[in-house]
């Protein structure tokens, strides 16, 4: 995802399709600065995260809200 595809992204709860195939569970949020935030319900198919405290979001292929 682009950071402007990311930026349309509402908070809720989600089903995160990454790239490389692999699917995680993770609430999405809006910080001070209306940045978005990604928390995964587990780790196991870690997305990292950048210099800035936020998720590569350019490893997920797309969201799907629950």
Known sequence: MT???????QPGLYRV????????MAAIGINRTG????AATQWTGVV????????????IDK???L
Do not use: A, S
Not at 3 to 9: N, S, W
Not at 17 to 24: A, E, I, M, S
Not at 48 to 59: K, M, R, S, T, V
């Open 17 to 24: 399709h990454l790239k490389n195939g692999c699917t995680l």
């Open 48 to 59: 990292g995260i950048d210099e800035d405290g936020q998720p590569f979001w350019e490893h």
């Open 3 to 9: 950071k402007e595809e990311v930026q349309g992204v």
């Open 63 to 65: 969201v799907k809200k």
């Open 35 to 38: 940045g978005r935030w990604m």
